[in-house]
């Protein structure tokens, strides 16, 4: 699938290639050689490290497309089963980094996100290039502890957090919570060959009652993040069907358990303009066994729900359909009824408000219409339909005391 064309957007590259073409993987690629492939293009081509190349940004756009569709289950599904097409009917929604921004742009980005627009951000090459090669420092941070700290925008706090055997079979948690709401990413890196550190997660914060907070849990068996950024896509673009939606964020997590040794976790500030306050806890699951249970539980039933609504979703389109057809055919008919019934009170009233009568014989031959009204005939003594005198004579019991009657 090289087909090329025309994309809409101005975070779309100008020609479409065959994203895994351009990412330089086979189309058999588990997600994690695709996210190694696309983190050392994005350093490589990223404009702040080619300021005197130009193509350099055109490369960097096409890698971040070609990531945004190979990265995601659904669009991959989608890119494998039908091509660009089958992305152009669902619509894509792409990544932004604030460090490339510019100050205009990112307060219009700023505004849109206070409004409830999502905004999904990318991590600064910055930072990434600082964790691959190895040049980050590395607070420690015990299990059963906690830190707090203020990050700047688009800028790491690095933390290692080193587990037992005992721990790494209980699980471990990870999270952080900002009570003064501030934006930030979760991150969880992996020891690269060279010494460096390689990003493997990221979980964006989310507002929870009166803080913002983000976690991340290796409980040893398949573990599943929410992509809120879907539910909000799906509600902007069929707010009828958004409902069947909602649990197509639920993604799972690439990394499920941990072994024993230090794994470094870092908070990114994604504040748009001010730095991010937080606290980052780390703790083993042992002691929330129950609820360990019961996210499994929960889960599981949550995906099979899943299943069954894509199902539901293509029986309701029908009905729906079909009840939209016997509504409109309720309307046509009762018009029609309407009509008819309006035409016979119009026959009805012919009849009623007025008649035709033929002349005796020798009067002519033509008949004369007239109506109701007309064919009242007066009382006796000409007076008025309703018997009231309209004569202008006095009357006092019913004596005539007109003068002239009495000289008669």
């Known amino acids: 699938m090289s087909s090329s064309g025309k994309m809409e957007g101005p975070s779309a590259p100008a020609v479409r290639r065959d994203p895994y073409e351009v990412l330089s993987v086979p189309r058999d690629s588990s997600d994690q050689e695709i996210k190694s492939a696309y983190r050392k293009l994005a350093l490589k081509y990223h404009p702040d ?29 989608q890119y494998d089963t039908a091509g660009f097409e089958a992305l152009e009917n669902e619509g894509m929604d792409m990544e932004i980094d604030l460090s490339n921004l510019g100050t205009v742009n990112t307060m219009f980005a700023a505004l849109f996100s206070k409004l409830g627009v999502p905004i999904k951000t990318t991590i600064s090459p910055t930072v990434l290039e600082e964790a691959m090669n190895g040049t980050v420092t590395v607070r420690p941070l015990p299990v059963g502890t906690s830190a707090t700290g203020k990050v700047d925008k688009q800028c790491a706090h690095f933390f290692g957090v080193t587990i037992s055997e005992e721990q790494a079979h209980s699980g471990i948690v990870v999270r952080v919570t900002s009570p003064a709401q501030s934006k930030f990413k979760l991150l969880y890196f992996e020891q690269e060959v060279n010494g460096g550190y390689g ?30 950024t879907v539910n909000a896509l799906a509600m902007a673009k069929d707010p009828e069907a958004a409902f069947f ?42 002691s929330y066994e129950d609820t360990t249970e019961r996210l499994k539980e929960i889960e599981s039933k949550i995906l099979a729900k899943r299943n069954d609504l894509r199902q539901f979703e293509t029986e309701y389109r029908k009905a729906l359909a079909r009840f939209q057809e016997v509504t409109n055919r309720y309307t046509q008919e009762r018009e029609a009824v309407d009509d008819m019934l309006r035409e016979r009170d119009n026959i009805h009233c012919s009849f ?26 007066e009382s ?28 008669a």
């Open 199 to 228: 990003l493997a997660l990221q979980e964006d914060s989310q507002k929870t009652g009166k803080v913002t907070s983000a976690g991340m849990y290796f409980l040893h068996f398949q573990v599943y993040r929410m992509d809120s």
């Open 245 to 286: 939606k909602r649990l197509e964020g639920l993604q799972p997590c690439e990394v499920s358990a941990l072994k024993p040794g230090t794994h470094i976790f870092a908070v990114y500030g994604d504040n748009f303009f001010k730095p991010a306050s937080y606290i980052i806890e780390a703790m083993c699951a042992k």
């Open 380 to 407: 006796p003594e000409n007076g008025s339909v309703d018997g009231t005198d309209k004569s202008g004579k006095k009357k006092w019991f019913n004596l005539n005391l007109n003068r002239s009657d009495k000289k």
């Open 49 to 77: 490290k080619n300021a005197s190349n130009p193509e350099a940004s055109e490369l960097f756009k096409e890698v971040a497309y070609s990531y945004s569709i190979l990265s995601d289950p659904e669009k991959r599904r």
């Open 352 to 377: 009623t408000t007025e008649r035709t009568l033929v002349n005796p014989v020798g009067a002519g031959s033509s008949s004369s219409r007239y109506t109701v009204e007309q064919s009242i005939p």
